[in-house]
């Protein structure tokens, strides 16, 4: 196998033999101020125009070095298509969702043309561009939100989590199951946009819900839906999830990005080579407050520990350095 960034990093993607050193990706956003200045790609057009969420995504491979490219930066796409009222933010501030349609767990109706929806749209587009741009020599990354981010968004998270903990789980279930059209239909229109893997965001995490919530409540969900997308698949989860890793590596994907708040080397151990792992380096202390040295030495340890796709934990501040997303890179590129 020609040792490309592209194929380093898919290899480890599908757990096959390994490249000749670790691969430094991007399962979530490096968007910064800083990327944004260094390509003239930024926030909020970023999030709406397919040229520019192109060119600040192909800004971290080309300027910074990364084996991939992602070009969603945003967790309120799929929201913004059924009509939440939106702030699309600004370069010092992360879009939001302002209403929450569903909050009274009504019906969600899907429309057929949701893909058609201009925050879907865009992301599609962008796709295309980065496929006729470096298809074949990065890893072309896309995201979708899983159906239980999405229930957040839909009824509010509070409100939603609020029904969890009261035990409404047959309210719960139908509104997951409801969603997951959504996430599947998106996750393979960007398969067929030109994505290598796509990143499903689904965040039963262990401060919002127990692992018996997920065993119970998701995991059926994931498994089903899992087998309907029609590609390789990275789930993020945020947080404390060593009580639920064994039930993730059981759902059907074939990568888990996690957070730092999780060790490296017992992560590996709890998977089991089942599935392989993405992360795990430390946003606001390493990749923001730390100096390129703290970020190269973390993202060594992850390595020695057996990481072999390096990444920040999640979407990164947007002050945080490039000196500091570069030394990923570098940690990467000194081999084993």
């Not at 239980?148 to 509070?158: E, I, N, P, V």
């Not at 390493?286 to 973390?298: A, F, M, R, T």
Request: charged share 20%; glycine share 10%; net charge negative.
């Amino acid at each position: 196998m020609k040792s490309t960034p592209h194929n380093i990093a898919m290899s480890y993607i599908y757990g096959g033999r390994q490249g000749d050193r670790p691969a430094a990706i991007t399962p979530t956003s490096i968007a910064c101020q800083e990327l944004m200045k260094a390509s003239g790609a930024w926030f909020p057009e970023a999030h709406l125009n397919p040229v520019t969420m192109a060119r600040l995504a192909l800004a971290g491979h080309e300027l910074l070095g990364f084996d991939s490219v992602m070009p969603e930066y945003s967790v309120h796409q799929e929201s913004a298509a059924f009509g939440v009222e939106m702030d699309w933010g600004a370069p010092d501030m992360m879009p939001d969702g302002k209403t929450f349609p569903h909050k009274d767990f009504s019906e969600v109706q899907i429309p057929d043309s949701i893909l058609e929806k201009p925050s879907l749209a865009v992301v599609l587009r962008a796709l295309e561009i980065l496929r006729r741009q470096v298809g074949g020599q990065a890893t072309i990354i896309g995201k979708v939100m899983g159906p239980w981010t999405l229930s957040y968004h839909m009824a509010g998270t509070q409100n939603f989590l609020m029904a969890v903990g009261r035990k409404k789980y047959d309210l719960v279930r139908r509104m997951v199951e409801s969603l997951v059209p959504v996430t599947v239909g998106f996750a393979n229109a960007q398969f067929r946009a030109g994505a290598d893997v796509v990143v499903v965001a689904d965040h039963a995490t262990g401060n919002l819900v127990g692992p018996y919530h997920y065993r119970d409540l998701l995991l059926p969900i994931h498994k089903a839906m899992f087998r309907e997308i029609n590609g390789p698949v990275i789930l993020h989860v945020c947080g404390r999830t060593l009580d639920r890793m064994d039930l993730f590596a059981e759902s059907g994907v074939d990568v888990y990005h996690f957070e730092s708040a999780n060790d490296a080397g017992e992560a590996i151990r709890k998977v089991g080579g089942r599935i392989s792992l993405a992360g795990n380096i430390n946003n606001p202390e390493v990749l923001l407050e730390g100096s390129p040295e703290d970020v190269y030495g973390k993202s060594r340890e992850a390595i020695a520990a057996g990481l072999r796709l390096v990444a920040p934990e999640c979407a990164v501040p947007l002050t945080t350095p490039l000196a500091n997303l570069r030394a990923i890179v570098e940690a990467a590129g000194e081999g084993f």
